[in-house]
């Protein structure tokens, strides 16, 4: 660690990884629901909120972390105001924790969420941001907050990187498309276009940036490779990913009423996503292939299999079901629901993992510590989401066959096919949940136990 004011990554990355354990905790109480509907006190329609919101907002602080530890040490600054930052994060904390006891109250007690000033007070009710208005003013301010801490530091540095405008290029990014989520339009179609822009366009647009930017960095930092080859892959790599992930955003188009050109602009620019992840993949083996004095091999590890796993889950298994011809009969099933989950493993939970395992051992200053258990943690979560998805993809398969082609009612499909996948998909998740318990577990250990360091004994020689 350079600077001192990059200690403050720490604070979010604790958050975000308690966030995660609980995020996957309750993806097992839903997984759990498809089997028995009334297995928990809150039911199932709030307990996938929880889940689903609380990937996002562990990403989101993960990823804040992140860049208050790459915008210093690329500024060759400390940070512009570390109370700020402070201030910025205990925010977020409080007010994340509100909207959760508020999605909890609400499950127990549907009549609580009542209107206030003409908007609702504990749920919006629009999936995947549901976030009540109170609580959408608050995180915008909080990302305000953060993208001005980052840019003051900066232009009172005047140093100005690939890397580090690449990154606040796409939080700002990530901040705009935010805004469309914030007003309503009595047009159902109308709303969902701008809905879209919140859902999409974060994560195959900002966040994809975001991530071009902090596989950039962390390649040179775990292989020391140059600085000018790693940035020059990035431009091309973001500008790719910018090129087919906005117009791809048509795909979803043609589902809300609008023209039908919109699914065949969206499945073709689809199509072509995979092309910069799969760059993104090669560049990653090439440095590492280039450059074998490697400082962190755990970092690196988790960093080319972001590199892996974000082409095959973003890319190979969006483009099987985007395609037009294919797209007019999966969307919506549980084919997607497969995609979604590889592609956010892949992208961005493994993105930020190994941004924690690359920088967390420099703030904690471990010149060494135990890799066994980041390994062991890898290896459970990804055989496990593997199996995940492959059990989901059948039953999309199946729903596709029984319920676009032979016309069943949506219901009976539900009732009756697809027990078994479900209680699988639940063994698998428990072996899911094992994989992130050892990764919390080495998180609050790391650098703080000993490590055996093998030693060598000289053998005697006699004359």
């Given at each position: 660690m350079k600077y001192k004011s990059q200690k403050i990554a720490q604070d979010f990355y604790t958050f975000a990884v308690l966030l995660?354990?609980?995020?996957?905790?309750?993806?097992?109480i839903a997984a759990f629901q498809f089997i028995w509907p009334d297995f928990f006190i809150l039911n199932f329609n709030t307990v996938r909120t929880l889940h689903i919101n609380a990937l996002v907002v562990w990403l989101l602080t993960g990823l804040m972390g992140a860049t208050y530890f790459v915008v210093p040490e690329e500024s060759q600054s400390e940070l512009w105001s570390i109370p700020l930052a402070r201030f910025q994060f205990w925010a977020t904390v409080v007010a994340v924790t509100v909207v959760v006891v508020g999605y909890i109250w609400m499950g127990l007690n549907p009549q609580a969420n009542k209107f206030v000033f003409g908007t609702t007070l504990l749920n919006e009710g629009r999936e995947y941001i549901e976030a009540p208005r109170w609580a959408d003013l608050l995180i915008a301010l909080s990302v305000i907050l953060f993208l001005f801490n980052n840019f003051m530091t900066m232009y009172k540095s005047r140093r100005w990187t690939g890397i580090q405008g690449t990154l606040l290029g796409g939080l700002t990014f990530l901040t705009l498309m935010y805004l469309p989520g914030m007003f309503y339009t009595k047009s159902m179609v109308k709303d969902q276009f701008w809905w879209w822009w919140v859902v999409h366009l974060w994560v195959e647009g900002s966040w994809e940036v975001i991530a071009g930017a902090l596989l950039a960095f962390m390649l040179m930092k775990v292989t020391n490779a140059p600085r000018h080859v790693l940035e020059r892959w990035m431009y091309i790599e973001v500008?790719?990913?910018l090129f087919t992930g906005i117009l791809g955003l048509g795909h979803h188009y043609y589902w809300i009423g609008t023209p039908r050109y919109w699914l065949w602009v969206g499945g073709i620019f689809s199509a072509l996503e995979p092309i910069p992840l799969l760059?993104?993949?090669?560049?990653?083996?090439?440095v590492t292939r280039e450059h074998r004095v490697v400082s962190n091999r755990l970092g690196l590890f988790y960093a080319v299999a972001h590199a892996i796993f974000n082409f095959v889950g973003a890319g190979l298994w969006g483009v099987i079901h985007t395609l037009p011809m294919v797209n007019k009969w999966t969307h919506g099933t549980q084919i997607t629901t497969a995609h979604?989950?590889?592609a956010f493993y892949g992208a961005y939970v493994l993105l930020v993992v190994s941004m924690i395992y690359i920088t967390l051992p420099l703030i904690r200053g471990a010149t060494e510590f135990n890799t066994s258990r980041g390994y062991r943690s890898f290896w459970w979560m990804t055989?496990?989401?593997i199996f995940i998805v492959l059990t989901i993809t059948g039953a999309?398969?199946?729903?596709t066959y029984m319920e676009r082609l032979l016309g069943l009612d949506y219901v009976t499909?539900?009732?009756n096919y697809n027990l078994w996948f479900w209680v699988f998909r639940a063994i698998f998740g428990f072996g899911f949940l094992y994989g992130v318990f050892l990764f919390v577990v080495d998180f609050?250990?790391?650098?703080?136990?000993?490590?055996?360091?093998?030693?060598?004994?000289?053998?005697?020689?006699?004359?």
């Amino acid at each position: 660690m350079k600077y001192k004011s990059q200690k403050i990554a720490q604070d979010f990355y604790t958050f975000a990884v308690l966030l995660f354990f609980v995020q996957i905790a309750v993806g097992i109480i839903a997984a759990f629901q498809f089997i028995w509907p009334d297995f928990f006190i809150l039911n199932f329609n709030t307990v996938r909120t929880l889940h689903i919101n609380a990937l996002v907002v562990w990403l989101l602080t993960g990823l804040m972390g992140a860049t208050y530890f790459v915008v210093p040490e690329e500024s060759q600054s400390e940070l512009w105001s570390i109370p700020l930052a402070r201030f910025q994060f205990w925010a977020t904390v409080v007010a994340v924790t509100v909207v959760v006891v508020g999605y909890i109250w609400m499950g127990l007690n549907p009549q609580a969420n009542k209107f206030v000033f003409g908007t609702t007070l504990l749920n919006e009710g629009r999936e995947y941001i549901e976030a009540p208005r109170w609580a959408d003013l608050l995180i915008a301010l909080s990302v305000i907050l953060f993208l001005f801490n980052n840019f003051m530091t900066m232009y009172k540095s005047r140093r100005w990187t690939g890397i580090q405008g690449t990154l606040l290029g796409g939080l700002t990014f990530l901040t705009l498309m935010y805004l469309p989520g914030m007003f309503y339009t009595k047009s159902m179609v109308k709303d969902q276009f701008w809905w879209w822009w919140v859902v999409h366009l974060w994560v195959e647009g900002s966040w994809e940036v975001i991530a071009g930017a902090l596989l950039a960095f962390m390649l040179m930092k775990v292989t020391n490779a140059p600085r000018h080859v790693l940035e020059r892959w990035m431009y091309i790599e973001v500008a790719l990913v910018l090129f087919t992930g906005i117009l791809g955003l048509g795909h979803h188009y043609y589902w809300i009423g609008t023209p039908r050109y919109w699914l065949w602009v969206g499945g073709i620019f689809s199509a072509l996503e995979p092309i910069p992840l799969l760059l993104m993949v090669w560049d990653a083996f090439r440095v590492t292939r280039e450059h074998r004095v490697v400082s962190n091999r755990l970092g690196l590890f988790y960093a080319v299999a972001h590199a892996i796993f974000n082409f095959v889950g973003a890319g190979l298994w969006g483009v099987i079901h985007t395609l037009p011809m294919v797209n007019k009969w999966t969307h919506g099933t549980q084919i997607t629901t497969a995609h979604g989950h590889l592609a956010f493993y892949g992208a961005y939970v493994l993105l930020v993992v190994s941004m924690i395992y690359i920088t967390l051992p420099l703030i904690r200053g471990a010149t060494e510590f135990n890799t066994s258990r980041g390994y062991r943690s890898f290896w459970w979560m990804t055989i496990s989401m593997i199996f995940i998805v492959l059990t989901i993809t059948g039953a999309g398969m199946v729903q596709t066959y029984m319920e676009r082609l032979l016309g069943l009612d949506y219901v009976t499909v539900k009732a009756n096919y697809n027990l078994w996948f479900w209680v699988f998909r639940a063994i698998f998740g428990f072996g899911f949940l094992y994989g992130v318990f050892l990764f919390v577990v080495d998180f609050f250990k790391l650098g703080k136990e000993p490590v055996e360091v093998p030693v060598k004994v000289a053998s005697e020689t006699t004359t």
